[in-house]
């Protein structure tokens, strides 16, 4: 008696024991059944999300050249305002790199005299720090965006100019 007493274990009764036994068995099993829940029912892809078209959504390019009807094309370009916040304004907003500062009426009234036309061939052709198109592409959409930005800065600037109609649907070759 004194030597089972010795090396005692929390196991006293046959019903502890078959407990035990159980609970051996079956926790592993609870394991091994959610560890294969977990990988069975992992996050399914959706299929639509597979389709061609919106694979291609998803990995288009940042910018893209839209052709067409300029009801369509030019309605989508963006406004002079667009795209004085997305790439002007990284210059035009604060004044970087010496560039003529959008409300700064006394930095621009010298460029306003030019009108329009030559603030365009100015910034088409780039100055100093200033890229061509100020970053745009080559493009008559680009090209028009240009223009509608120079617009929108001249106008918040003391200018007074008009945006430049869109030009009639592109001739077809
Ligand atoms: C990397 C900086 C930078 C970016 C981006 C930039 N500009 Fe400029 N821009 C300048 C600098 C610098 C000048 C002044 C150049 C000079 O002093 O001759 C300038 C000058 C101009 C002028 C005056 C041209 C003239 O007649 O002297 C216009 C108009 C202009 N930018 C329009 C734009 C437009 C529109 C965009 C966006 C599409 C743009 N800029 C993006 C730096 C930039």
């Known amino acids: 008696m004194s030597e089972q007493a010795s090396h005692s274990s929390f196991i006293k009764t046959p019903k502890q024991l078959i407990t035990v036994v159980l609970l051996a068995f079956v926790v592993p099993i609870i394991g091994i059944v959610m560890l294969v829940q977990l990988v069975v029912n992992r996050p399914r892809v959706d299929a639509a999300a597979m389709s061609p078209d919106a694979v291609a959504e998803r990995i288009q390019p940042v910018g ?28 035009h907003q604060t004044g970087a790199a010496g560039a003529p500062k959008i409300g700064d009426k006394a930095a621009w009234a010298p460029l306003l005299k030019g009108g329009l036309e030559r603030l365009s061939a100015n910034a088409t052709k780039g100055q100093k720090a200033m890229p061509p198109r100020g970053g745009l592409e080559n493009t008559p959409e680009a090209q028009a965006e240009l223009a509608r930005a120079i617009v929108f800065m001249a106008n918040q600037s003391g200018g007074s100019l008009k945006e430049p109609a869109p030009k009639p649907a592109a001739k077809k070759k």
């Open 64 to 91: 893209k050249v839209e052709f067409g009807e300029p009801g369509g094309a030019a309605a989508a370009a963006r406004s002079g305002e667009e795209v004085v916040k997305a790439v002007c304004g990284a210059c």
